[in-house]
């Protein structure tokens, strides 16, 4: 047939529908059979009648009756409605093996007047029971002839009508998975389009200081859903509008879904918006305020209302009645904020599903009903007639909030949101700056960024375009205010902090035998040669004639030699002061001890007659094993390292529905095995589980998550989920804090061999595929994002990197671009990757600002002291002002200077002795516009690191690559600072000799004399205090 009725669905539900008639329970025990009847008006959105057809047939049914008798079911229908509706009709023998009675098809006739149907429908209806009452839909009335001659034909009958809307309604609440997912892909369709159409449009009009009505702007809405681009992929054939989209402003709020958009200009204040999608017949609802510079007041209340919003989402739960929800919300409001009762919304919200609202299934004090697992529910609750005591003019006096979604009733849980769109004051508020109104320029972009992001990237991205004219003097005063709060800071800090001293690791004793009875009894013992005990990793050699045990530990190196006739063995041991510069060897249980420094054997190579063997084989046999042996044992102990101080996780909690939010064919790095391997990250109740195809699992809990990074395909040839970890976790047999997950999204290399054309269709093509499998991925992780903070309750937050405030640097060895977001600088496009949190920053410093010089280095000081500090190299000079900008946006102290310092030691001498650090200026040294007299601690660390030679070791280089947080206090200098060392010629130079330099740089570069001056007033800031140095 041409349209397929979904058989399974209809059983399914009719069967619910007889069983809870038969229960007998409210209306359904005073009603003999039920008569739905479905006439023709294009008026009627929303019917019992036809939600009821809907739900059993998957299609409205015109001129249709239906009559359901105790034991047998009849409809009445035109011919091609017949043919539809034999698909569920035709059973064996007309008897229904689904435990449903048998249908009766009717056929209507055209141009007639039915009796002889109508006649036999009244028959059944007699017949079924005591044939006296029947179940109508009382508000349904279609017009017609058709439907006027069968309801007179009821009534002629002397049948009593009872109204069983209300007990259908409660049948029809409880979705089935089905459905729920129908509903599901409603509220994400209506969030799609609020994202991406509503709020973007209002930006635009906030931004351009649009004037735009609000009947306009819903009309604009209702045109979006015809577009593809806002469906989320859905055939816009089945979306439609569950009502017009309500949008007010300016003091005028009716916070009801019966009213309509008015034709007055939008306000830039409170703005409220409900709109409602439908998709294939099942609906869903949204409702949102953006509040344009709210006042603390407002925003107070704001916060308020969300909070209410998450009381009541804890109230609505299986078994629970509606007024019993509807009670605790309200106490909660009395408890809090009385004040405010009185301006809270009558009713909570309603049941939804095919129709948009459920008349008897209203939240409100009255309603009796209790709540079902698999409810949807459409709640809204708001303030209204509140008053903005800022306010000024007319429309600017009274506000409402109002905020409402779709939601779920779940078994035991809270109920689970299905419009993920969040509503925080940093999403919804939208923050203007108005000084210096008159030279504003306004820009979209800034105020998109504005919506979307924290409070710290807002005014972030605010800034970068205003108030340009005093953009220097107002951060200069900005950073003299920093400056004063950081020293007193960073004092009270190391004030508490003092007294926790490090307890340094004795290094563990390595007992070869317990006692003499586990010594081996073996020839070569006997024979006083060189024994290996790999059971316990012992070398036992003859001293002095005694077989003496020295554990493996305890040697450092070995070396053989051949001279002549003889062959040499030396065994060096590790004694106090053998490591210089690490500290981790020289740490003994028992230093005072007497310690063996070496120990030489030497053996001939001859073979003296009546011997088995040259004696040196014994020599050269010890040197292979001890090797191995040595080898084994320091693999061991570097995976014991990796393990200690690792904090136990939680055991991640399975869910199993298969609904999780789920991400396939990523990769993972660092690699769990040596090649790299594609798996899927799925979400789970309390963290990530990564399970890669060959079987090996990752889990990354929510609460370990310091930054959850989202670092998007634009410009990069990789799509990336960063996690940067508050506690590493062990895989692969190493600790990371560091974990990502990414898949590529274009050919990484190019093949050069290629000689076509430009205009080749094929490379067009793959441009083409390339476009659309970026937007197609970008799609995808996106709504993986979503789907995470909708189930962790936007607890766990995706930050995405700010590009066009990126600035290239080297962290590490090679140069790529570090992005700011909303609370760190990352880079996680490149391995390593790179993540500061902002918050853990103590200030920033500018090294080697020169004006000859094209680059500078960015070194990080951390708030913990013992933190080595983060050098990022070959930063562009270009990039100083916006960098300098995004600081003082964020509250960092930042700094500059010529020379580059050598800050392991400044880090120790301020760890050894803080009060002194502090008393002497503290961090004001690092100025150069500074007034105290804090400069000594800088001579004393420029004269102490210029007199020292630094010699880095092979150890200090891997530690470097493996980017450890060291403790100062046990690390030479960093082989980073060595270039300072060559810096003495140029710091060097007179004031006499920079000058001259200056200018000859102003003419090559044509500065305009303004930037001259400015620039002579930095070196004269900065020259003296290095010719002063170089006296020192």
Request: glycine content about 6%.
């Amino acid at each position: 047939m041409a349209v397929n009725l979904d058989k399974e669905a209809y059983y399914r539900r009719i069967k619910r529908l007889y069983s809870n008639w038969k229960k007998g329970e409210d209306e359904f025990g005073k009603v003999d059979a039920i008569v739905v009847s479905v006439g023709v008006d294009e008026e009627i959105v929303y019917a019992k009648s036809t939600a009821i057809q809907t739900w059993l047939f998957g299609y409205e049914l015109t001129d249709t009756i239906m009559v359901f008798c105790d034991t047998k079911i009849l409809f009445l229908a035109s011919k091609k409605k017949v043919d539809f509706l034999k698909q569920v009709a035709i059973t064996k023998g007309n008897e229904n093996a689904n435990g449903v009675p048998p249908i009766t098809l009717l056929t209507r006739e055209k141009n007639e007047s039915n009796k002889a149907n109508f006649d036999k429908m009244i028959e059944a209806i007699r017949g079924s029971k005591e044939g006296k009452t029947v179940g109508v839909f009382s508000k349904d009335k279609f017009p017609g002839e058709y439907m006027k001659s069968w309801n007179d034909t009821i009534t002629a009958e002397g049948l009593e009508k009872v109204d069983i809307s209300a007990v259908v309604a409660y049948t029809m609440a409880v979705k089935e998975d089905g459905e729920l997912g129908l509903m599901k892909k409603a509220a994400s369709i209506t969030s799609e389009v609020y994202s991406k159409f509503f709020k973007e449009r209002v930006m635009e009009i906030v931004d351009a200081d649009e004037k735009v009505r609000h009947s306009k702007l819903a009309e604009s809405v209702e045109k979006a859903i015809e577009e593809k681009k806002y469906l989320g992929g859905a055939d816009p054939s089945t979306v439609e509008m569950c009502y017009p989209p309500i949008i007010q402003s300016g003091g005028n709020y009716s916070l009801k879904f019966s009213v309509v958009s008015d034709k007055n200009h939008m306000h830039f204040g409170a703005i409220t918006c409900a709109m409602g999608i439908r998709y294939k017949s099942y609906c869903s609802n949204l409702v949102r305020t953006l509040m344009v510079d709210p006042p603390q007041e407002m925003q107070d209340n704001y916060n308020f209302l969300l909070q209410v919003e998450e009381e009541l989402l804890k109230e609505l739960k299986h078994g629970v009645k509606i007024c019993d929800a509807y009670s605790a919300v309200l106490e909660y409001v009395k408890k809090e904020k009385s004040d405010l009762v009185s301006k809270l919304t009558k009713n909570l919200g309603f049941a939804m599903g095919i129709e948009f609202r459920e008349g008897s299934l209203v939240l409100n004090a009255k309603n009796q009903y209790k709540l079902k697992k698999g409810m949807v529910l459409s709640i809204s609750l708001g303030f209204a007639d509140l008053v903005n005591k800022d306010g000024k003019k007319e429309e600017q006096k009274k506000y409402a909030l109002f905020i409402g979604d779709t939601v779920q009733i779940n078994e035991e849980e809270a109920a689970t949101i299905l419009t993920p769109v969040k509503k925080k004051i940093k999403n919804v508020g939208i923050f203007l700056k108005n000084d210096d109104e008159e030279d504003e320029e306004e820009d979209g972009d800034d105020a998109e960024e504005l919506l979307g992001k924290g409070a710290r990237s807002a005014a972030l991205l605010a800034d970068r375009t205003r108030n340009e004219m005093t953009a220097e003097e107002k951060r200069r005063a900005h950073q003299k205010e920093l400056a004063s709060h950081l020293n007193e800071e960073a004092r009270r800090r190391l004030t508490e902090q003092k007294g926790e001293q490090q307890i340094q690791k004795a290094r563990k004793s390595n007992v070869s035998y317990k006692n003499v009875s586990q010594m081996p009894r073996e020839k070569d013992i006997r024979d006083m040669k060189i024994f290996i005990d790999k059971k316990y990793e012992t070398v036992v050699m003859p001293v002095f004639g005694i077989a003496t045990p020295f554990h493996i530990a305890t040697i450092k190196n070995i070396s053989m030699s051949v001279e002549g006739d003889y062959t040499y063995l030396r065994i060096n041991f590790y004694v106090p002061g053998s490591s210089l510069g690490r500290q981790e060897g020289n740490i003994f249980p028992n230093p005072d001890a007497t310690f063996v420094k070496e120990i030489t054997y030497r053996a001939s190579n001859l073979k003296a007659p009546g011997d088995t063997s040259v004696p040196s084989t014994n020599l050269q046999n010890a040197f292979r094993i001890i090797k191995e042996v040595q080898k084994r044992y320091k693999t061991r102990e570097a995976e014991e390292k990796e393990k200690e101080g690792i904090v136990k996780q939680d055991s991640l909690v399975i869910n199993l529905n298969r609904s999780n939010p789920k991400l396939k064919d990523l990769y993972i790095r660092p690699n769990i095995a040596q090649k790299r391997m594609q798996g899927s990250l799925e979400a789970h109740t309390n963290g990530f589980r990564f399970t890669s195809v060959r079987g090996d699992k990752v889990d990354i809990l929510y609460n370990n998550i310091k930054h959850a990074i989202f670092q998007p395909c634009d410009g990069e040839m990789i799509i990336v989920l960063h996690f940067h970890l508050k506690n590493a976790i062990m895989f692969g047999k190493r600790r990371h804090t560091d974990v990502q997950f990414y898949t590529e999204v274009g050919e990484i290399t190019t093949d050069l061999g290629k000689h076509q054309h430009m205009h080749d269709r094929d490379d067009l093509y793959a441009e083409q595929m390339e476009r659309e499998m970026r937007h197609k991925l970008k799609s995808a992780f996106k709504n993986f994002i979503e789907k995470v903070e909708t189930l962790t309750k936007e607890e766990l937050e995706f930050e995405v990197p700010f590009r066009d405030l990126g600035f290239q640097g080297a962290p590490y060895r090679s140069t790529c671009l570090l992005q700011p977001t909303s609370s760190s600088l990352v880079n996680v496009t490149e391995w390593p990757p790179f993540v500061v949190t902002l918050d853990e920053v103590e200030l920033v410093h500018f090294e080697r600002v020169q004006f000859h010089l094209k680059n500078f280095d960015v070194v990080i000081v951390y708030k913990d002291y013992n933190k080595k500090v983060t050098m990022i190299n070959a930063v562009p000079v270009n990039s100083l002002d916006p960098i300098k900008e995004w600081l003082n946006s964020c509250d960092i102290k930042y700094t500059e200077g010529v020379q580059s310092l050598n800050w392991t030691k400044i880090m120790k001498t301020i760890v050894d002795d803080p009060e002194g650090f502090f008393e002497q200026g503290g961090w004001s040294f690092l100025d150069p516009e500074s007034e105290h007299q804090g400069s000594g601690a800088e001579e004393d660390s420029e004269s102490e690191m210029e007199d020292e030679t630094f010699n880095p070791s092979a150890d200090e280089e891997e530690e470097e690559e493996e980017d450890s947080d060291e403790d100062y206090s046990s690390e030479t200098e960093d082989s980073d600072y060595s270039a300072s060392l060559g810096s003495e010629e140029e710091s060097g130079k007179d004031w006499d000799e920079l000058e001259e330099e200056a200018r000859k740089a102003d003419r090559e570069s044509h500065y305009e004399d303004e930037d001259t001056s400015n620039r002579k007033r930095k070196v004269r800031s900065s020259a003296p205090p290095s010719k002063k140095k170089r006296r020192s």
